[in-house]
């Protein structure tokens, strides 16, 4: 990885050269995608169940289709912890192994520099540089790309669903979300 390309809030080169070292994982990185498609299609589910109950069950006085209401809730939020669970395993896991394949190359790179490398550059600058570049490349996957993706995706499917239950106040709640 060039050295020019540090400094740059978001660089797309570099993250080229990152995806790179996904490919061995990419069965680890497609279950990811989809655990992230499938928290994005549950988020709305449980306002969407506390809706119907308020509006629905609640005023009929319908306590049976109210419980049912609350084990539904309760049965989305168990399935959403545990997607949320398998989702951070496996992008920890996919981090984990990225940085590990790269340590290892950047490892056989550094066996093979000259010694006057070594002479002009303290140890120091090179093993901090070194760690704090792994650290930044671990957080693209831990708590940077993914999470983003994960969290916009969210963010589009409970506008598609309110668009879907009430597009006119979905509208009015955007325009002056946006106005203000």
């Given at each position: ?59 009929q006085g319908n306590k049976h ?116």
């Open positions: 990885m060039d050295s020019k390309n540090s400094g740059k809030a978001f660089d797309f080169n570099l993250l080229k050269q990152v995806m790179l070292y996904v490919k061995p994982y990419n069965s680890t990185f497609i279950v990811t995608v989809i655990l992230t498609l499938a928290l994005a299609l549950l988020s709305p589910l449980r306002p969407y169940i506390a809706q119907i109950a308020i509006d629905e069950y609640i005023p289709s109210l419980i049912v209401c609350v084990i539904l809730m309760l049965g989305t939020a168990l399935i959403s912890s545990i997607l949320q669970f398998l989702y951070t395993n496996n992008t920890n896991f996919l981090g984990q192994q990225v940085i590990e394949d790269i340590r290892k190359k950047l490892f056989h790179r550094l066996l093979h520099f000259r010694t006057s490398f070594f002479d002009k550059t303290p140890i120091g600058v090179t093993v901090t540089r070194l760690i704090s570049d792994m650290e930044t490349i671990a957080d693209i996957f831990t708590d940077g790309l993914l999470l983003i993706i994960s969290d916009l995706l969210q963010l589009v499917a409970i506008i598609a669903f309110m668009f879907y239950v009430d597009w006119r106040l979905t509208l009015i709640s955007l325009i002056r979300y946006l106005c203000c």
